[in-house]
C-alpha cells in the first residue's frame, strides 16, 4: 500500500528555515518521481520541487537557490529543506507521487503540513 506522510511544518519569521519530511512506504515509490506542492489560501496548488528516483530535481522559479529537495531511499523518505522563507511561502506543503497504469492515472497524497512564515 502506498502512503505518504509529512511532517515538519510550523511557524517561522521571515529569513527562517524549515525542514519538511515526507515519509513514504511502498516499496514501489523507490522508483518513481516524488514531489511536494504547495496550496495557499484562496490560490491553487502549485508544484515547488520534485526529484526522481535517480535523484535529478526540478524546482519552481520562485524556490529555485532557497529550497533543496533530497531524498534518503534507504529511508523511503524526501526532504525538503526551506531557506530564506518569505511571508508568500505560506502555504499547507504536500507531498505527491503519481503514474499511469496503461490508461489509469494513479495519484498519491500526504495529508499536508502547515508552513505559516510571519513577516
Known amino acids: 500500500q502506498v502512503q505518504l506522510v509529512e511532517s515538519g511544518g510550523g511557524l517561522v519569521q521571515a529569513g527562517g528555515s524549515l525542514r519538511l519530511t515526507c515519509s513514504t512506504s511502498g516499496n514501489t515509490l523507490s522508483f518513481k518521481t516524488i514531489d511536494w506542492f504547495r496550496q495557499a489560501p484562496g490560490k491553487q496548488r502549485e508544484l515547488v520541487a520534485a526529484?526522481?528516483?535517480?535523484?535529478?530535481?526540478n524546482y519552481a522559479d520562485s524556490v529555485k537557490g532557497r529550497f533543496t529537495i533530497s531524498r534518503d531511499s534507504a529511508k523511503n523518505t524526501v526532504y525538503l529543506q526551506l531557506n530564506s522563507l518569505k511571508p508568500e511561502d505560506t502555504a499547507i506543503y504536500y507531498c505527491?507521487?503519481?503514474?499511469?497504469?496503461?490508461?489509469?492515472?494513479?495519484?498519491?497524497w500526504g495529508q499536508g503540513t502547515q508552513v505559516t512564515v510571519s513577516s
Open positions: 526529484i526522481t528516483s535517480d535523484g535529478s530535481t
Open positions: 505527491h507521487s503519481g503514474w499511469s497504469v496503461l490508461a489509469t492515472r494513479l495519484d498519491y
